[in-house]
């Protein structure tokens, strides 16, 4: 058995540290946790986006606490009690309303800066791949809360992206009704969205970010130059109090006060959004109630699906679903369509460069388009913008392939 | 000595494989959709003191079923698309007794709003993006891209039950003209 010191006094540093090996816990998981220097406030989303998630989970407890998962009183449950009788319950629905909806931006923001730089590329893999299943896990958390307060949008968006699994001319109604637990959204898809969005869902978000962290853990985060930096020998530079020459800085507490510094301003602009522009987060639509007999007359997901949503409307029925689908899974394949070896910010990669600013333009033209009604010029343009995007990803591992090398460094 | 203890790993996966699977069915089943809910997925409409040309609206699965007697001339006032024939002669319509009635999902095609019935046109307006369709649910002007859909149904003397496949459903069916 280890050696416990009879005489430390219980709860003390010692006492702890012959128990919990805090020290080396510290050690490992912050103070000598390396970072390269040479990163911009664009390296901080990650962190970010850690406390916008903590932001909704801390919101979200509290909107539990008076919301009712029934048909019948859900919407009252949240549109009266909640936002009328429950002191600061107003607060609570605004900051989980606007971070589900910032929490996109900065995921965006996120994503495009790791393809911008490169940082998906050998050995950063199953980072990039552990990030899109965050994705696509907050899409589906996302998706399931909008259900909640079974508004008329809650009620449409939910009868249109479970009818989406009916698999089109395949016609798989049993598979749909299946997700409902009824013929239309009803009780039982309220219940088990609930239980999805309070439970479940949130359990693999934080399972997730957890995997994420440990992907990055040996591959390290890149850098602005992309540089392949010898993390040990650096380190081993700073802890000799060569701080100036060596390339790294420890997370804690020198990453970490940057990081502070991004979160605060940040903060500015999201507590901005919650106390005086929380309006864009809450679709007017969704102030009626469901009405299983009365469509909306226009039915459009929240901004942040607009872009796939848009390449799902130019095509006809099945093709539209194919298309659907391509734009939900290709991101998945980055690290192994992009067969060019540089890892190198996206500026010094040509074609690349054009890749990249191309695909940018493409998705926030797909998402302009995907709020506007498909007529005349606009669905011209969604078809061809959806197109783009597919061509672009089929173009990907050949453009990549003529790529000169540019070297890590500049 | 290690061939035991890959027995003993072998047999433990395979038990704990089994009970993986026996939950994950009951999982399964527990999102089923409940025998209370797919007993409420038949809805029985009594057809014989429908007035003619007048439309009613019942509710099935949690959707609009339209149910029209069709009268004899319901050519419409006038078709943009040009097909201005007469309703009656429609294959869509459903025979119960000697009279022919129009019975279909009250959804627009197009985006799913429910279309308005003018019994003096003798056509449906949608009032959503202006889409129209005759008396038996076929399209007189776009975008709806199809018609009217006709939901399973089974003729029991003047009783048409929605949700079950009739022998009239699965001929219309294989005709492909239930949608």
Request: glycine share 8%.
């Amino acid at each position: 058995m280890a050696h416990f010191d009879p005489n430390a006094r219980p709860f003390s540093h010692k006492w702890l540290n012959e128990r919990l090996a805090i020290d080396t816990l510290k050690r490992v998981l912050s103070t000598e946790y390396w970072i390269p220097k040479n990163i911009n406030f664009l390296w901080a989303m990650g962190m970010v986006l850690a406390v916008t998630f903590g932001l909704l989970l801390l919101s979200g407890i509290f909107l539990l606490m008076y919301y009712i998962p029934d048909t019948k009183q859900a919407f009252d449950s949240v549109n009266y009690t909640i936002m009328q009788e429950v002191g600061f319950g107003w607060l609570w629905r605004h900051i989980h309303a606007v971070a589900a909806s910032v929490v996109f931006l900065i995921i965006y923001i996120h994503m495009f800066t790791g393809i911008y730089y490169g940082s998906y590329k050998r050995g950063r893999e199953l980072i990039w791949i552990s990030g899109m299943l965050l994705f696509v896990t907050f899409s589906a958390e996302a998706f399931s809360g909008y259900m909640l307060p079974w508004g008329q949008m809650s009620y449409w968006a939910g009868m249109v992206i479970t009818n989406l699994f009916s698999m089109g001319s395949l016609e798989w109604n049993w598979l749909v009704e299946w997700i409902r637990g009824d013929y239309v959204p009803g009780q039982a898809f309220l219940g088990r969205f609930f239980m999805l969005h309070v439970l479940l869902l949130p359990l693999v978000i934080i399972g997730l970010i957890i995997f994420h962290f440990g992907t990055l853990r040996i591959p390290h985060v890149n850098n602005q130059d992309g540089e392949e930096i010898d993390f040990e020998a650096e380190a081993e530079k700073w802890k000799a109090g060569k701080r100036k020459e060596a390339k790294v800085i420890p997370f804690n507490p020198v990453f970490l006060s940057k990081d502070v510094f991004v979160l605060g301003v940040y903060f500015i602009f999201f507590f901005y959004l919650v106390f005086y522009h929380y309006q864009f987060a809450m679709d007017p639509i969704n102030f009626d109630p469901a009405d299983p007999l009365k469509t909306p007359p226009h039915i459009y997901p929240e901004w942040y699906f607009l872009w796939s949503y848009e390449i799902l409307r130019p095509f006809p029925k099945d093709p539209g679903l194919i298309a659907f689908g391509f734009a939900q899974v290709i991101f998945f394949f980055l690290p192994f369509l992009d067969r060019s070896p540089n890892v190198a910010p996206a500026n010094r990669r040509r074609p690349f460069r054009c890749w990249f600013w191309l695909l940018l333009i493409d998705m926030v033209a797909l998402t302009i388009l995907g709020k506007l009604p498909p007529v005349g010029i606009y669905t011209t343009l969604g078809t061809i913008f959806a197109w783009l995007f597919i061509i672009l990803w089929i173009a990907l591992p050949f453009i990549t392939k003529r790529e000169k090398l540019v070297g890590g460094k500049k | 000595m290690s061939d035991r203890r890959d027995f003993i790993g072998t047999a433990l996966g395979a038990f704990a494989g089994l009970g993986a699977l026996g939950a994950l069915y009951a999982a399964k089943r527990t999102w089923d959709p409940l025998p209370s809910v797919k007993a409420a997925g038949f809805t029985t409409v009594d057809v014989s003191k429908a007035e003619e040309n007048v439309l009613y609206t019942e509710m099935w699965r949690g959707k609009p079923v339209f149910i029209l007697k069709v009268p004899k001339d319901a050519k419409p006032d006038e078709a943009p698309n040009g097909r201005d024939e007469n309703a009656y002669e429609d294959p869509r319509l459903i025979k119960i007794g000697n009279d022919k009635f129009l019975v279909a999902i009250g959804l627009c095609t197009h985006l799913g709003c429910i279309p308005e019935y003018f019994a003096a046109n003798k056509k449906f307006i949608c009032a959503c993006h202006g889409g129209q369709f005759n008396a038996a649910g076929e399209v007189l002007k776009a975008p709806p891209p199809s018609p009217l859909v006709i939901p399973p149904f089974k003729i029991v003397g003047t009783q048409l039950i929605l949700g079950e496949e009739g022998p009239e459903y699965k001929q219309l069916k294989a005709q492909g003209l239930v949608a």
